[in-house]
């Protein structure tokens, strides 16, 4: 199994610094791939990222919602020219560096969002995305 991200990754980078086997990295290019990632075939799922992520957005992989109930405070975040997520999203990393997603929008409270599909998007930033050998 693994821990998957999901579109409520907002790239702040806090959960790369506690995963003791270095397999959670950032998608680039960010336009393609906003999320960070999650290799799945090195994470050893301690689940030491979940409480660590201040947006939520981390899961083991049987337990991704395919029905998550917004509470409309959330900002989802997606690939460039994803109908519908078309504001900006600007803030710091975790480290205090500027983050931008180019596409983003809130959630409506009690919106009801289907994250699973974070599941193979992830296997497929590894598989044929650049990947994580590739990532600087
Ligand atoms: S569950 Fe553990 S090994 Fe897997 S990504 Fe999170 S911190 Fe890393
Ligand atoms: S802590 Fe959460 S929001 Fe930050 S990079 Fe990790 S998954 Fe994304």
């Known amino acids: ?35 960070y990632y999650i290799d799945p075939n090195t994470c050893i799922d301690c689940g030491a990222c979940v409480p660590e992520c201040p947006h939520g957005a981390i899961f083991p992989k049987t337990e991704v919602p395919d029905d998550y109930i917004a509470g409309g405070y959330e900002i989802l975040s997606a690939p460039l020219g994803t ?9 710091f990393t975790y480290e205090g560096e500027p983050v931008k997603i180019l596409a983003a929008r809130k959630t409506e409270a009690g919106e009801h969002i289907d994250l699973t599909p974070a599941i193979q998007t992830n296997r497929e930033f590894f598989e044929s995305g650049p990947g994580y050998l590739s990532v600087d």
């Open 83 to 91: 109908a519908r997520f078309d504001k900006e999203y600007e803030a």
């Open 1 to 35: 199994m693994s821990h998957v991200i999901t579109e409520l990754c907002l790239r702040d980078g806090g959960c790369v610094a506690v995963c003791p086997v270095a397999c959670i990295v950032p998608g680039k290019p960010q336009e393609k791939w906003p999320l």
